[in-house]
T-cell receptor
Framework: TQLLEQSPQFLSIQEGENLTVYCNSSSVFSSLQWYRQEPGEGPVLLVTVVTGGEVKKLKRLTFQFGDARKDSSLHITAAQPGDTGLYLCAATQGGKLIFGQGTTLQVKP | ETGVTQTPRHLVMGMTNKKSLKCEQHLGHNAMYWYKQSAKKPLELMFVYSLEERVENNSVPSRFSPECPNSSHLFLHLHTLQPEDSALYLC????????????????FGPGTRLTVT
């Protein structure tokens, strides 16, 4: 059983569609991070959320941390081909950063 | 020079070969990490170095041997690997070792794609 479960594992959509990916756990975290990894590159930090219920926006991306600090979601509005990549959530536990298995997003023009 | 660089970007090696992966960070960070990324699996933390001292070894087989000669460089020496060791090996650095705090996150290199034949 993984500490952080991401869903869906794979998502293929058309340009202009909206989507939401989820990161769930039974554990409570002090903070949670989202990363995007493009092919041939390492993960790049998108956002860190630290307060239960917190919502952060980054252009067309909206990140939410659950009230109980056990889960998070990433919503993309009007997806573009440039959004294609692997989206990873990560959370701190015991001073270590634990990653989910990722959601692979493919946005077709 | 970009933040974290890794060489080589691609490596194919036989099970009896010895090779090394190199990582260099230009960010003045104090902590460096090796991660293993396999398809459909979470990133696995392999080793952590803080101020050139190894502070964590997550039950990694001895066929993987890290080396941190200074705070800017990190190596991963490989010998007698198995086909299941084929993966993307990512190096990362951060200002301080403990992560997840506001303003603290690992900066990843582009990775080395390793194939063991």
């Amino acid at each position: 059983t993984q500490l952080l479960e991401q869903s869906p594992q794979f998502l293929s959509i058309q340009e202009g569609e909206n989507l939401t990916v989820y990161c769930n756990s039974s554990s409570v975290f002090s903070s949670l991070q989202w990363y995007r990894q493009e092919p041939g590159e390492g993960p790049v930090l998108l956002v860190t959320v630290v307060t239960g219920g917190e919502v952060k926006k980054l252009k067309r991306l909206t990140f939410q941390f659950g009230d109980a600090r056990k889960d998070s979601s990433l919503h993309i509005t009007a997806a573009q081909p440039g959004d294609t990549g692997l989206y990873l959530c990560a959370a701190t536990q015991g001073g270590k950063l634990i990653f989910g298995q990722g959601t692979t997003l493919q946005v077709k023009p | 020079e970009t933040g974290v660089t890794q060489t080589p970007r691609h490596l194919v090696m036989g099970m009896t070969n010895k090779k090394s992966l190199k990582c260099e960070q230009h960010l003045g960070h104090n902590a460096m990490y090796w991660y293993k990324q396999s398809a459909k699996k979470p990133l696995e933390l392999m080793f952590v170095y803080s101020l050139e001292e190894r502070v964590e070894n997550n039950s990694v087989p001895s066929r993987f041997s890290p080396e941190c000669p200074n705070s800017s460089h990190l190596f991963l020496h490989l010998h007698t690997l198995q086909p299941e060791d084929s993966a993307l090996y990512l190096c990362a650095s951060s200002q301080e070792m403990f992560l997840g705090l506001a303003g603290s996150h690992p900066n990843f290199g582009p990775g080395t794609r390793l194939t063991v034949t």
